[in-house]
């Protein structure tokens, strides 16, 4: 069963700390990476892609993945209380094959 | 440029009628996905096209059907609404199948009653 898990949360920090959110996959041969921004009651906005190992920064973002570990992680820096939502963490594990999502954590940052 | 469209952005149906959920994207892409989320279980898949004129079956097909009418638009249809298939709705797009990144649609909310 090709999973990919997240903690629930809720994780919650205060304005201007970092947040530091996590994904574990099941499928060493995992290609793709992405992590997703949910405000309640609206749709998944897509906010990083990683495909190979290391750091990717965006801005306050970065993405990291360590393939060999099987996990992929997303910081928050200087975070916002307009940063608080759910993340979705999403794996493409083999090609051809269909993203599978994490539950998502929920975050919360306190002014 | 409007991204994914979603429409009815909210439906209530009784059991057993029928509905049509339509999707569009102005974003030129070949593949297109309808997933379901509900509380605790994440996002499903529920059919997908990865490419004009294909359909497949994701993880959770049973009472939908859908139509990739053209390169823009993607339906997903339930023929007889039940209870269990109260959820939001949401449409995606990409640009290849899988790997590349999926944009989503503002969503429907659907309860069947």
Redesign the interface.
């Known amino acids: 069963q090709k999973e990919v898990e997240q903690n629930s949360g809720p994780l919650s920090v205060p304005e201007g700390a970092i947040a530091s959110l996590n994904c574990t996959y099941s499928d060493r041969v995992s290609?793709?990476f992405?992590w997703?921004r949910q405000y309640s009651g609206?749709?998944?906005?897509?906010i990083m892609?990683i495909y190979s190992n290391g750091d990717k920064e965006d801005g306050r973002f970065t993405a990291q993945l360590n393939k060999a570990s099987q996990y992929v992680s997303l910081l928050i820096r200087d975070s916002q209380p307009s940063d608080s939502a759910t993340y979705?963490c999403?794996v493409?594990m083999q090609?051809?094959?269909?993203?599978i999502?994490?539950?998502?954590t929920t975050l919360s940052v306190s002014s | 440029n409007a991204g994914v469209t979603q429409t009815p952005k909210f439906q209530v149906l009784k059991t057993g009628q029928s509905m049509t959920l339509q999707c569009a994207q102005d974003m030129n892409h070949n593949s297109m996905y309808w997933y379901r989320q509900d509380p605790?279980?994440?996002?499903r898949?529920i059919y997908?096209s990865a490419s004009e004129g294909t359909t497949d079956k994701?993880?959770v097909p049973n009472g939908y059907n859908v139509s990739r009418l053209n390169k823009r638009e993607f339906s997903l249809r339930l023929e007889s609404a039940a209870p269990s298939q109260t959820s939001v709705y949401?449409c995606a797009s990409s640009g290849q199948?899988?790997?590349?990144?999926?944009?989503?649609?503002?969503?429907t909310r659907l309860t069947v009653l």
């Open positions: 290609q793709s992405f997703y609206k749709s998944p906005e897509l892609s979705l999403a493409n090609a051809g094959t269909a993203l999502f994490g539950k998502g | 605790g279980m994440g996002l898949l997908y994701g993880e949401f199948a899988w790997g590349d990144e999926q944009f989503f649609g503002p969503g």
